[in-house]
């Protein structure tokens, strides 16, 4: 292996620092990691899945299933990096994987030698292990088995780089910038439309990069190109590949943006994933070139005939001095050719019994030593190739006559070429056999929006890719409504090239009894052998599914690629049947694997979800709180003071509520306007109460119950005019309730003449409660709110240091209680001015937990315990429902097990110790065995400021009816087991004396 | 990437809406008081290997909801009406 | 007067971020001089008049086109609803007919601009923002970053987005991340 | 037919692996059976199984539309537990579970049970309220569970987010130690192989068009390779269940959804155990290949299309992502979906139908994996006794009526959202 002095696309007067396993490599600007390593000697670039065999350079393309490294370092490393397509960038450090302790000497190579016992299956058969009842057996087999497995090493550091995603909109999405995709992409733009054209290689051209520097295909990009540029319709995108095709015509894309450079610069993204929703797509993805299978095939130096051209004329690297070319098809007569005229000594081993003679005088003419009718037996060397067993072989491959051993550096493989069908296969199924070109494509269907062209719809030779792409791009601009004319198809030109003429089906060479000789692989990562294909045949997995799962064929980082076609022929023998009978699998997405931050974008670390703030979060921010998350929103759950945790900050809120006045933000509520005249009409429908005596000035609790009868919901609504209503629902329901009653609205009851419109973003909303709450707020705002003027249940408007405001005379916490709506807008003002006028009442701010003491203590439900399996009756809500009014869930309500008088109820428990209880506590009776169910289990707990007790809410079998009786109350999880008695859930100031005073 | 063509706001992504559930089945009249109307509403769904008829509400966008149909085997989309407008 | 406080006020902080060189995007935040929703049922046409005419308007208008008038924006939300910045108070016209809803307090107005102002809206919003498809004077109600809002092409390379106020932060992070690459100048709130 | 041991791997192995046997037949179909198994997955396999092995009764067909193990057997994320709250569903998971724990020696097939945990993470006090309640039951039913704090879920799981920057902090954790993965394909296989040994005709490549009717019963299936009588006919086939109960006039409580699964490259070992994220639909585990292997939600339309759409893919890897923050350099090797049978409650059914001689076994949701084997064991039991087990008397098809909903997550009548 060698760097020619002359030729290639590489830039020779930008040499960049590169190395693998510490091997600095000589490597110029225009270089793959793998170009670079060849380049550099290196032959053996990674150790293989299952047998760590030795594995080199294979391809030159995505399809690459050995030359697989850790690329750069510490938070930027990525493992499994595929060198062929990893653009080599100054200071790129590259080691191998998948090896220990080095690559050079890897233990794990001894599974080579035991591979008769690692045949298709033997997992399956064996470590069962002697104990029933057991899986340690396993187990322990396992954890050596998955060391031994994976390929690369992955980091656990934070990713460092930005991501970013976009959509884009086209009428023509030209996917492959090839001749084919090139020339597509023309027509579409002459036409008029809108055209995106992407490219997964770093330059355009496709195959015609393979080709030597200078030649015909080059002025013939050029001249395209410098069209396509010229047309503001067109859009081209390189380094981009097209990885999914989804429903609704959307294609996914990743850009490599900056992974060419050491690290992204400017906040530049590493990658850009683009969603484009293109009206047409033309699949212009080119082929992927098949191996031929024999024994040895996997060893380092034998490599894809068109990969062996790639290294040659597009980096300049001749892969050896003596070559061999080994085929079943014309297309590797253009290596051979392109070898020999490098000064190759060429052996081109031909499958076929006869070649066209034209080709074979064109080869020969080269300096091409030319031998048809024969196949590879075996190729040979240690840690790499040093010679081909070559043989005369029958139109069956079989061996037919002595081996002839020729000394070899590299060999060529080419089995014909598979065309890159995956993206049709994602969206619409599986591809279909097509004997002419003995393969797989996309069948004739002009309807569909995606349509193949060029190699990639098996075209057989430069004119017709030509002809073929002009009509695709005109047919795909014409139906996006394009009216421009595609022009004339740019001329087509000789590159020299051979194409796929005369494609044998010989894919392996067998010896007479028709084994490969030695190891023949055909899933070359995933190291699955000929042999092992007929043994999952002998056991009965004959299914192409079957076979794929059995022995993890085509299962590999290649998904395939290279192993499934050969794959479908050995299994088309075994069962005596043609290739399209045996079937094929259906392509998955991504066509090759995809950097899964790309596809996140911007939605991590804190981003991941959008966060919902109230007006008042800087204050409770800078004021100490302790924020907590309440679904989407953050919410203050304590404000400590000096050290104190969230225990003693409860406490302290809490009884603050009850001796002086505190004051909480609510603006998390869910506010629901509802207008219209028939406003009364629907909440009546929507809750179990009655809403049509309720009066202007007035405002009223409710319960909704989903659609089952089961609750889904409470709060309070007040009537604000006429037709004027604002509702109220719990935090976490709030999106829930509004989505409900539209779709009510718009569906079932299209009759009402009511507008519901969330208005939680215009109003903050804050409750203020304790024995001076009325005292406080009769001072800031100048309002009578004494029990005449503002009984409960009652509203009123009113001004708080300039600012209209409406207060609600309600109780949460059973004090004496208001909320308070303000503008959201003028929310942190009218706060500030209540606690600094509050200095005379000792206003305080107080979180969520010391809510939820103060609510437990009064026995109102909340989250825990309309957990959406609860009735109205279980929460003693029973009381609310109206018999007068169908409402939503009235009959399902009524079904026999929701009825069921045994179903766990809401009880109030005093817990005894100091200890409290825990929420998710179940309860047992205190003679009863602590298993199954239980009776019944603790929704919320706390300490009580107020009884200076702990208690708790539950839900007890029967539980009414057993007030008094003592009870268990065991948590498993947290070692405790504690005595409770049960009690009416209204533990304090059950009379409401506090909050109607 | 479902499409959507929201007569309100034109064709959209999936991701601006919600699903909300299948539209061919009837919610009883208020009034109805037995059952089985309920229980055939609520739980039991025809379920087709084919057309569908579906709610979907463009929560982010016009907060209408619309009747879409829709082939669940191939997500081919068909019409696309406002539920209001929809006369089944 | 007590002054509208913007949800962006502890967020925004006036100056030049991102890649070097000239900002491609200038990001900024407008209070609303007012915000009123009205809705209607089947003769919205007939109930929306007296409103229209009150602010110099002379339809309902279509979904895609902002209509404008002295001191007056007016976006047609669904077949049945309009939004209207204005500073008028629209509260006397509500009736059994025209539900008249207050929610200048519930958006917030995020302004966004510059040559590269389109390219970040397209990497935020699942909708075409290419100048051929949202044209000045347009309008269109998505998401963005799960959250809806509404976006109004004001110029050639100028958009007003606005937001519920409870979700503002977390738009105005959005934009600004995803504007990071082309450089951002943060304008002084309005 | 060969027992599976090392030794046999020995053996056949200085033979040339040329002398390995199928492991199960291919049988012709007789004309008629006792019963006949509508779908060869995982479900009707264990069926078949089951009663031939607990019940005696081997004249069984199990017929396959497609090829064994080729719908959500081998489509789903492995993961098998036995963490359910609400009674009618603890003890059959758990019976569930300690049938997996024999399966390999009960079936000579190793289905490579891994239990190597699971957790299931809390994100506020209240999902550790919710998880202290699940732990609770899952103990008092005799079921391993443990409640971990955030430290204790740091010191086990030091490459989740702890930071600053995590959306929805980790405040705690439930988790099984007995929970973990099976091997999916060998499921299937294993328990064809185990019928097959036993007597079961395993027939493929055959699709049920129809029923065959004597006297408003069920007495065999139309198929497109020509009829078979049966005795009983019980439908496996989640994901169409409901295609193949209108064809007997039965309208169910389900809808069919598409549930997508992801696999990375294959790595290093990384994450040894099983992670269930509170704050958005999403699991991650690791295969012994080495590929991550992650779920998502569900797309939330109803589908019978066995392919994905692009919004899931982005939120699985974004609550990826968010969960563990550097699998962003990790690579997307695949995903695909499968079609799930999404029922009105989030629960299965394994129940005699109101048509005689027709039996139902569907409704699975997510969930149908980590059953199978009690799936089977129950569903045999049903067939053979005409009657539930105690495990799935709850399963019916009336409990709707009844308002016995088994809901586990409090999501009522939305089948895409359980």
Same mark, same amino acid.
């Given at each position: 292996m060698k760097r020619l002095d002359q030729g290639g696309r590489i830039d020779r007067s930008k040499p960049l620092n590169v190395s693998f396993d510490g091997q600095s490599l000589p490597a110029f600007a225009g270089d793959t990691l793998s170009s670079a390593m060849l380049a550099g000697g290196v032959s053996l670039v990674g150790r293989s899945?299952?047998?760590?065999r030795p594995r080199g350079v294979f391809s030159a393309g995505v399809e690459e299933p050995g030359a697989m490294v850790h690329l750069r370092s510490?938070?930027r490393?990525e493992p499994n990096a595929r060198a062929t397509v990893t653009e080599a960038f100054d200071g790129l450090v590259s080691t191998s994987q998948n090896a220990?302790?080095n690559l050079q000497?890897?233990?794990?190579?001894?599974?080579?030698?035991?591979?008769?016992?690692?045949?298709?299956?033997?997992?399956?058969?064996?470590?069962?292990?002697?104990?029933?009842?057991?899986?340690?057996?396993?187990?322990?087999?396992?954890?050596?088995?998955?060391?031994?497995?994976?390929m690369g090493?992955?980091? @656990?550091?934070?990713?460092?780089?930005?991501?970013?995603?976009?959509?884009?909109?086209?009428?023509?999405?030209v996917i492959g910038g090839g001749v084919a995709g090139l020339t597509?992409a023309l027509?579409?733009?002459?036409?008029?439309?809108?055209?995106?054209l992407v490219e997964q290689d770093t330059a355009l051209g496709g195959a015609l990069l393979s080709d030597p520097v200078g030649g015909a295909g080059d002025a013939w990009i050029a001249s395209v190109l410098a069209e396509l540029q010229?047309?503001?319709?067109?859009?081209i995108l390189t380094r981009t590949t097209a990885?999914?095709?989804?429903? =609704?015509?959307?294609?996914?894309?990743v850009e490599r943006v900056t992974d060419h450079l050491r690290v992204p610069e400017?906040?530049?993204?590493r990658q &850009?994933?683009?969603?484009?929703?293109?009206? *047409?797509?033309?699949?212009a993805t080119g082929a992927i070139e098949r191996p031929l299978?024999f024994?040895g095939n996997d060893l380092p130096g034998v490599m894809l005939a068109g990969a062996v051209r790639t290294y040659l004329n597009r980096f300049a690297v001749l892969m050896g001095e003596r070559a061999v070319v080994t085929t079943n098809n014309d297309s590797a007569y253009s290596v051979a050719a392109d070898l020999a005229r490098s000064g190759a000594l060429v052996t081109l081993v031909d499958m076929?019994?006869?070649v066209a003679?034209d080709t074979r005088a064109r080869a020969e003419k080269a300096g091409v030593f030319i031998l048809?009718?024969?196949?590879v037996?075996?190729a040979k060397g240690g840690k790499r190739l040093t010679s081909v067993?070559v043989?005369?072989?029958?139109?069956?491959?079989?061996?037919?006559?002595?081996?002839?051993?020729i000394p070899a550096d590299v060999l060529a493989i080419s089995g014909g070429w598979a065309p890159a069908?995956?993206?049709?296969?994602?969206?619409?199924?599986?591809?279909?056999?097509?004997?002419?070109?003995?393969?797989?494509?996309?069948?004739?269907?002009?309807?569909?929006?995606?349509?193949?062209?060029g190699i990639c719809?098996?075209a057989a030779s430069l004119e017709?890719v030509i002809?073929?792409a002009? !009509?695709?791009?005109?047919?795909?601009?014409?139906?996006?409504?394009?009216?421009?004319?595609?022009?004339? /198809?740019p001329a087509a030109f000789d590159t020299g090239a051979f194409w796929q003429n005369?494609l /044998?089906?010989?894919?392996?060479?067998?010896?007479?009894?028709?084994?490969?000789?030695?190891?023949?692989f055909?899933?070359f990562q995933?190291?699955?052998?000929?042999?092992?294909? $007929?043994?999952?045949? @002998?056991?009965?997995?004959?299914?192409?599914?079957?076979?794929?799962?059995?022995?993890?064929?085509?299962?590999?980082t290649d998904?395939?690629k290279l192993?499934?076609?050969?794959?479908?022929?050995?299994?088309?023998?075994?069962?005596?049947?043609?290739?399209?009978?045996?079937?094929?699998?259906?392509?998955?997405?991504?066509f090759t694997p995809?950097t899964?931050?790309?596809?996140?974008?911007?939605?991590?670390?804190?981003?991941?979800?959008?966060?919902?703030?109230?007006?008042?979060?800087?204050?409770?921010?800078?004021?100490?709180?302790?924020?907590?998350?309440?679904?989407?929103?953050?919410?203050?759950?304590?404000?400590?003071?000096?050290?104190?945790?969230?225990?003693? %900050?409860?406490? #302290?809120?809490?009884?603050?509520?009850?001796?002086?006045?505190?004051?909480?933000?609510?603006?998390?509520?869910?506010?629901?306007?509802?207008?219209?005249?028939?406003?009364?009409?629907?909440?009546?429908?929507?809750?179990?109460?009655?809403?049509?005596?309720?009066?202007?000035?007035?405002? !009223?609790?409710?319960?909704?119950?989903?659609?089952?009868?089961?609750?889904?919901?409470?709060?309070?609504?007040?009537?604000?005019?006429?037709?004027?209503?604002?509702?109220?629902?719990?935090?976490?329901?709030?999106?829930?309730?509004?989505?409900?009653?539209?779709?009510?609205?718009?569906?079932?009851?299209?009759?009402?003449?009511?507008?519901?419109?969330?208005?939680?973003?215009?109003?903050?909303?804050?409750?203020?409660?304790?024995?001076?709450?009325?005292?406080?707020?009769?001072?800031?705002?100048?309002?009578?709110?004494?029990?005449?003027?503002?009984?409960?249940?009652?509203?009123?408007?009113?001004?708080?240091?300039?600012?209209?405001?409406?207060?609600?005379?309600?109780?949460?916490?059973?004090?004496?209680?208001?909320?308070?709506?303000?503008?959201?807008?003028?929310?942190?003002?009218?706060?500030?001015?209540?606690?600094?006028?509050?200095?005379?009442?000792?206003?305080?701010?107080?979180?969520?937990?010391?809510?939820?003491?103060?609510?437990?203590?009064?026995?109102?439900?909340?989250?825990?315990?309309?957990?959406?399996?609860?009735?109205?009756?279980?929460?003693?809500?029973?009381?609310?429902?109206?018999?007068?009014?169908?409402?939503?869930? /009235?009959?399902?309500?009524?079904?026999?097990?929701?009825?069921?008088?045994?179903?766990?109820?809401?009880?109030?428990?005093?817990?005894?110790?100091?200890?409290?209880?825990?929420? =998710?506590?179940?309860?047992?009776?205190?003679?009863?065995?602590?298993?199954?169910?239980?009776?019944?289990?603790?929704?919320?707990?706390?300490?009580?400021?107020?009884?200076?007790?702990?208690?708790?809410?539950?839900?007890?079998?029967?539980?009414?009816?057993?007030?008094?009786?003592?009870?268990?109350?065991?948590?498993?999880?947290?070692?405790?087991?504690?005595? %409770?008695?049960?009690?009416?859930?209204?533990?304090?100031?059950?009379?409401?004396?506090?909050?109607?005073? | 990437?479902?499409?959507?063509?929201?007569?309100?706001?034109?064709?959209?992504?999936?991701?601006?809406?919600?699903? =909300?559930?299948?539209?061919?089945?009837?919610?009883?009249?208020?009034?109805?008081?037995?059952?089985?109307?309920?229980?055939?509403?609520?739980?039991?769904?025809?379920?087709?290997?084919?057309?569908?008829?579906?709610?979907?509400?463009?929560?982010? =966008?016009?907060?209408?909801?619309?009747?879409?149909?829709?082939?669940?085997?191939?997500?081919?989309?068909?019409?696309?009406?406002?539920?209001?407008?929809?006369?089944? | 007067?007590?002054?509208?406080?913007?949800?962006?006020?502890?967020?925004?902080?006036?100056?030049?971020?991102?890649?070097?060189? $000239?900002?491609?995007?200038?990001?900024?935040?407008?209070?609303?001089?007012?915000?009123?929703?009205?809705?209607?049922?089947?003769?919205?046409?007939?109930?929306?008049?007296?409103?229209?005419?009150?602010?110099?308007?002379?339809?309902?208008?279509?979904?895609?086109?902002?209509?404008?008038?002295?001191?007056?924006?007016?976006?047609?939300?669904?077949?049945?609803?309009?939004?209207?910045?204005?500073?008028?108070?629209?509260?006397?016209?509500?009736?059994?007919?025209?539900?008249?809803?207050? @929610?200048?307090?519930?958006?917030?107005?995020?302004?966004?601009?510059?040559?590269?102002?389109?390219?970040?809206?397209?990497?935020?919003?699942?909708?075409?923002?290419?100048?051929?498809?949202?044209?000045?004077?347009?309008?269109?109600?998505? +998401?963005?970053?799960?959250?809806?809002?509404?976006?109004?092409?004001?110029?050639?390379?100028?958009?007003?987005?606005?937001?519920?106020?409870?979700?503002?932060?977390?738009?105005?992070?959005?934009?600004?991340?995803?504007?990071?690459?082309?450089?951002?100048?943060?304008?002084?709130?309005? | 037919?060969?027992?599976?041991?090392?030794?046999?791997?020995?053996?056949?192995?200085? !033979?040339?692996?040329?002398?390995?046997?199928?492991?199960?037949?291919?049988?012709?179909?007789?004309?008629?059976?006792?019963?006949?198994?509508?779908?060869?997955?995982?479900?009707?396999?264990?069926?078949?199984?089951?009663?031939?092995?607990?019940?005696?009764?081997?004249?069984?067909?199990?017929?396959?539309?497609?090829?064994?193990?080729?719908?959500?057997?081998? &489509?789903?994320?492995?993961?098998?537990?036995?963490?359910?709250?609400?009674?009618?569903?603890?003890?059959?998971?758990? *019976?569930?579970?300690?049938?997996?724990?024999?399966?390999?020696?009960?079936?000579?097939?190793?289905?490579?049970?891994?239990?190597?945990?699971?957790?299931?993470?809390?994100?506020?006090?209240?999902?550790?309220?919710?998880?202290?309640?699940?732990?609770?039951?899952?103990?008092?039913? +005799?079921?391993?569970?443990?409640?971990?704090?955030?430290?204790?879920?740091?010191?086990?799981?030091?490459?989740?987010?702890?930071?600053?920057?995590?959306?929805?902090?980790?405040?705690?954790?439930?988790?099984?130690?007995?929970?973990?993965?099976?091997?999916? $394909?060998?499921?299937?296989?294993?328990?064809? #192989?185990? %019928?097959?040994?036993?007597?079961?005709?395993?027939?493929?490549?055959?699709?049920?068009?129809?029923?065959?009717?004597?006297?408003? !019963?069920?007495?065999?299936?139309?198929?497109? #390779?020509?009829?078979?009588?049966?005795?009983?006919?019980?439908?496996?086939?989640?994901?169409?269940?409901?295609?193949?109960?209108?064809?007997?006039?039965? *309208?169910?409580?389900?809808?069919?959804?598409?549930?997508?699964?992801?696999?990375?490259?294959?790595?290093?070992?990384?994450?040894?155990?099983?992670?269930?994220?509170?704050?958005?639909?999403?699991?991650?585990?690791?295969?012994?290949?080495?590929?991550?292997?992650?779920?998502?939600?569900?797309?939330?339309?109803?589908?019978?299309?066995?392919?994905?759409?692009?919004?899931?893919?982005?939120?699985?890897?974004?609550?990826?992502?968010?969960?563990?923050?550097?699998?962003?350099?990790?690579k997307?090797?695949?995903?695909?979906?499968?079609?799930?049978?999404?029922?009105?409650?989030?629960?299965?059914?394994?129940?005699?139908?109101?048509?005689?001689?027709?039996?139902?076994?569907?409704?699975?949701?997510?969930?149908?994996?980590?059953?199978?084997?009690?799936?089977?064991?129950?569903?045999?039991?049903?067939?053979?006794?005409?009657?539930?087990?105690?495990?799935?008397?709850?399963?019916?098809?009336?409990?709707?009526?009844?308002?016995?909903?088994?809901?586990?997550?409090?999501?009522?009548?939305?089948?895409?959202?359980?």
């Amino acid at each position: 292996m060698k760097r020619l002095d002359q030729g290639g696309r590489i830039d020779r007067s930008k040499p960049l620092n590169v190395s693998f396993d510490g091997q600095s490599l000589p490597a110029f600007a225009g270089d793959t990691l793998s170009s670079a390593m060849l380049a550099g000697g290196v032959s053996l670039v990674g150790r293989s899945f299952k047998y760590h065999r030795p594995r080199g350079v294979f391809s030159a393309g995505v399809e690459e299933p050995g030359a697989m490294v850790h690329l750069r370092s510490g938070d930027r490393h990525e493992p499994n990096a595929r060198a062929t397509v990893t653009e080599a960038f100054d200071g790129l450090v590259s080691t191998s994987q998948n090896a220990w302790p080095n690559l050079q000497f890897d233990i794990g190579a001894a599974n080579t030698w035991l591979s008769p016992f690692f045949s298709a299956g033997f997992y399956y058969k064996t470590f069962i292990g002697p104990f029933k009842h057991s899986t340690k057996f396993w187990m322990m087999c396992e954890t050596v088995i998955r060391k031994a497995a994976g390929m690369g090493r992955a980091s @656990l550091l934070s990713d460092p780089d930005r991501y970013e995603k976009r959509g884009a909109y086209c009428d023509v999405l030209v996917i492959g910038g090839g001749v084919a995709g090139l020339t597509a992409a023309l027509a579409a733009g002459r036409a008029g439309a809108k055209v995106l054209l992407v490219e997964q290689d770093t330059a355009l051209g496709g195959a015609l990069l393979s080709d030597p520097v200078g030649g015909a295909g080059d002025a013939w990009i050029a001249s395209v190109l410098a069209e396509l540029q010229a047309m503001d319709s067109v859009r081209i995108l390189t380094r981009t590949t097209a990885f999914g095709a989804y429903d =609704g015509d959307t294609y996914a894309l990743v850009e490599r943006v900056t992974d060419h450079l050491r690290v992204p610069e400017d906040a530049q993204p590493r990658q &850009r994933y683009w969603q484009v929703h293109a009206k *047409r797509a033309i699949m212009a993805t080119g082929a992927i070139e098949r191996p031929l299978v024999f024994g040895g095939n996997d060893l380092p130096g034998v490599m894809l005939a068109g990969a062996v051209r790639t290294y040659l004329n597009r980096f300049a690297v001749l892969m050896g001095e003596r070559a061999v070319v080994t085929t079943n098809n014309d297309s590797a007569y253009s290596v051979a050719a392109d070898l020999a005229r490098s000064g190759a000594l060429v052996t081109l081993v031909d499958m076929r019994a006869e070649v066209a003679a034209d080709t074979r005088a064109r080869a020969e003419k080269a300096g091409v030593f030319i031998l048809t009718g024969h196949g590879v037996l075996q190729a040979k060397g240690g840690k790499r190739l040093t010679s081909v067993d070559v043989v005369p072989v029958d139109r069956g491959s079989r061996t037919s006559g002595a081996v002839r051993v020729i000394p070899a550096d590299v060999l060529a493989i080419s089995g014909g070429w598979a065309p890159a069908v995956h993206l049709w296969s994602q969206r619409f199924g599986k591809p279909v056999y097509d004997a002419a070109s003995g393969s797989f494509i996309a069948p004739e269907d002009p309807d569909k929006p995606l349509q193949p062209a060029g190699i990639c719809a098996a075209a057989a030779s430069l004119e017709d890719v030509i002809t073929q792409a002009m !009509r695709r791009g005109a047919e795909a601009a014409r139906a996006t409504g394009a009216t421009g004319a595609p022009g004339d /198809s740019p001329a087509a030109f000789d590159t020299g090239a051979f194409w796929q003429n005369d494609l /044998s089906p010989n894919w392996a060479v067998f010896d007479a009894e028709g084994r490969c000789k030695g190891k023949a692989f055909v899933d070359f990562q995933h190291d699955v052998k000929v042999s092992d294909i $007929d043994q999952a045949h @002998l056991e009965g997995y004959v299914s192409v599914e079957h076979l794929k799962r059995y022995t993890t064929l085509g299962m590999a980082t290649d998904q395939g690629k290279l192993a499934n076609i050969n794959a479908l022929s050995r299994m088309a023998e075994l069962r005596g049947m043609a290739i399209p009978e045996v079937g094929t699998t259906t392509f998955r997405p991504p066509f090759t694997p995809i950097t899964m931050g790309a596809l996140v974008g911007h939605e991590h670390g804190r981003h991941f979800r959008p966060t919902r703030l109230s007006p008042l979060h800087h204050w409770h921010a800078e004021n100490g709180a302790q924020m907590t998350e309440a679904g989407a929103w953050m919410r203050p759950w304590y404000y400590p003071e000096k050290d104190e945790d969230l225990r003693a %900050a409860y406490i #302290r809120e809490a009884t603050h509520v009850r001796t002086h006045v505190g004051i909480i933000d609510v603006s998390t509520l869910g506010k629901i306007a509802v207008q219209g005249p028939d406003a009364a009409e629907f909440l009546n429908r929507v809750y179990v109460n009655g809403w049509k005596t309720l009066a202007i000035g007035r405002l !009223r609790y409710g319960v909704m119950l989903r659609e089952d009868g089961f609750v889904m919901d409470d709060g309070a609504t007040a009537r604000l005019g006429e037709h004027d209503y604002v509702m109220t629902t719990t935090t976490a329901n709030a999106a829930k309730v509004l989505a409900f009653a539209e779709h009510l609205l718009q569906t079932a009851w299209k009759d009402l003449r009511v507008h519901v419109t969330s208005v939680t973003d215009q109003w903050a909303a804050f409750a203020i409660a304790g024995p001076k709450s009325r005292a406080l707020l009769q001072t800031v705002s100048g309002a009578d709110l004494s029990r005449d003027a503002l009984p409960n249940n009652h509203w009123t408007l009113a001004q708080i240091s300039g600012v209209p405001v409406r207060i609600h005379r309600m109780s949460y916490s059973g004090e004496l209680a208001y909320e308070v709506y303000v503008p959201s807008g003028h929310a942190a003002h009218v706060w500030e001015a209540l606690l600094s006028a509050g200095d005379d009442f000792e206003l305080r701010p107080y979180g969520t937990e010391a809510m939820g003491a103060l609510r437990i203590e009064k026995g109102h439900v909340a989250g825990p315990e309309l957990d959406g399996r609860t009735t109205l009756k279980d929460l003693g809500l029973e009381g609310f429902a109206s018999s007068k009014k169908p409402f939503v869930g /009235s009959v399902l309500r009524k079904r026999p097990v929701l009825e069921d008088p045994e179903r766990p109820t809401l009880v109030g428990l005093e817990i005894d110790g100091d200890t409290g209880a825990k929420a =998710g506590s179940l309860l047992f009776a205190a003679n009863e065995e602590p298993k199954g169910h239980g009776d019944g289990w603790v929704s919320s707990t706390t300490y009580s400021p107020a009884l200076g007790r702990n208690i708790a809410l539950a839900l007890l079998k029967n539980g009414k009816a057993r007030t008094g009786e003592e009870i268990r109350v065991v948590n498993f999880v947290g070692g405790e087991d504690l005595k %409770a008695r049960v009690v009416s859930p209204q533990f304090f100031d059950p009379e409401g004396d506090r909050q109607n005073g | 990437m479902i499409r959507i063509n929201c007569p309100i706001c034109g064709l959209r992504s999936e991701t601006e809406f919600t699903y =909300g559930e299948d539209a061919s089945v009837t919610r009883p009249a208020m009034d109805e008081s037995a059952a089985q109307p309920w229980l055939d509403y609520v739980f039991n769904r025809d379920n087709p290997r084919g057309w569908h008829r579906e709610y979907w509400h463009h929560a982010q =966008g016009c907060r209408q909801w619309l009747v879409l149909e829709r082939n669940t085997l191939t997500h081919e989309i068909g019409t696309c009406r406002l539920a209001r407008e929809d006369a089944a | 007067m007590v002054e509208v406080r913007s949800p962006l006020r502890e967020r925004i902080t006036p100056g030049q971020f991102g890649a070097p060189g $000239d900002a491609g995007v200038v990001l900024g935040n407008r209070t609303l001089a007012g915000l009123w929703q009205i809705a209607g049922w089947s003769d919205f046409d007939e109930a929306a008049d007296p409103v229209l005419q009150a602010l110099g308007l002379t339809a309902l208008g279509s979904y895609r086109q902002a209509q404008q008038a002295a001191g007056v924006r007016a976006w047609r939300t669904a077949p049945d609803r309009m939004l209207f910045e204005t500073p008028q108070d629209l509260t006397p016209f509500n009736s059994a007919a025209l539900a008249v809803l207050d @929610l200048g307090h519930a958006r917030t107005c995020i302004t966004l601009s510059g040559p590269i102002a389109r390219d970040v809206l397209a990497q935020v919003i699942a909708v075409d923002t290419a100048p051929d498809v949202l044209k000045p004077g347009m309008f269109l109600q998505t +998401g963005l970053h799960s959250v809806a809002v509404l976006v109004h092409c004001t110029g050639p390379d100028a958009f007003e987005i606005l937001v519920p106020v409870t979700w503002a932060e977390s738009v105005w992070d959005i934009l600004f991340e995803n504007a990071l690459p082309y450089g951002i100048a943060v304008r002084e709130a309005a | 037919m060969t027992h599976y041991s090392a030794f046999s791997v020995f053996r056949h192995a200085l !033979r040339g692996n040329k002398t390995w046997g199928r492991a199960w037949r291919d049988p012709e179909p007789k004309a008629s059976y006792d019963v006949v198994i509508v779908g060869g997955g995982g479900h009707g396999l264990a069926t078949a199984y089951y009663l031939a092995k607990e019940h005696g009764i081997t004249n069984v067909a199990v017929i396959e539309k497609g090829w064994l193990g080729g719908g959500n057997t081998g &489509r789903n994320t492995t993961i098998v537990r036995s963490n359910y709250m609400m009674p009618g569903n603890t003890m059959f998971y758990e *019976r569930s579970m300690k049938l997996w724990e024999n399966l390999s020696q009960d079936l000579n097939y190793n289905v490579m049970i891994s239990q190597r945990g699971q957790y299931n993470l809390c994100h506020s006090p209240g999902q550790m309220d919710a998880a202290r309640r699940r732990g609770n039951v899952m103990r008092a039913n +005799g079921i391993d569970a443990e409640l971990f704090d955030r430290a204790e879920v740091r010191r086990r799981l030091p490459y989740l987010d702890y930071t600053e920057n995590a959306r929805f902090p980790i405040h705690g954790a439930i988790y099984q130690s007995r929970a973990g993965t099976a091997r999916h $394909d060998a499921v299937a296989w294993g328990f064809a #192989r185990g %019928a097959d040994r036993r007597g079961v005709d395993i027939l493929q490549q055959r699709e049920v068009t129809g029923y065959l009717w004597e006297g408003g !019963r069920i007495v065999g299936v139309q198929t497109n #390779r020509g009829d078979i009588r049966a005795g009983k006919v019980g439908l496996c086939v989640a994901g169409h269940s409901g295609h193949l109960a209108r064809m007997a006039g039965l *309208r169910l409580p389900i809808e069919t959804h598409s549930l997508q699964a992801f696999v990375t490259e294959p790595y290093k070992p990384l994450v040894d155990t099983v992670i269930s994220f509170g704050a958005a639909h999403f699991y991650i585990s690791q295969s012994d290949k080495g590929g991550l292997v992650l779920g998502g939600d569900l797309d939330m339309y109803n589908s019978y299309a066995q392919r994905g759409g692009l919004p899931i893919v982005e939120h699985t890897l974004a609550s990826a992502k968010a969960l563990m923050p550097s699998v962003s350099r990790l690579k997307l090797l695949r995903h695909w979906a499968g079609v799930m049978d999404m029922s009105m409650d989030g629960s299965p059914f394994i129940a005699k139908t109101p048509v005689d001689g027709l039996y139902l076994n569907g409704g699975w949701c997510y969930g149908g994996f980590k059953a199978t084997p009690a799936s089977g064991w129950c569903f045999a039991h049903t067939i053979a006794r005409d009657a539930p087990h105690a495990d799935n008397a709850e399963f019916t098809l009336n409990r709707f009526e009844r308002g016995y909903q088994i809901d586990e997550k409090g999501m009522g009548p939305k089948p895409n959202a359980h």
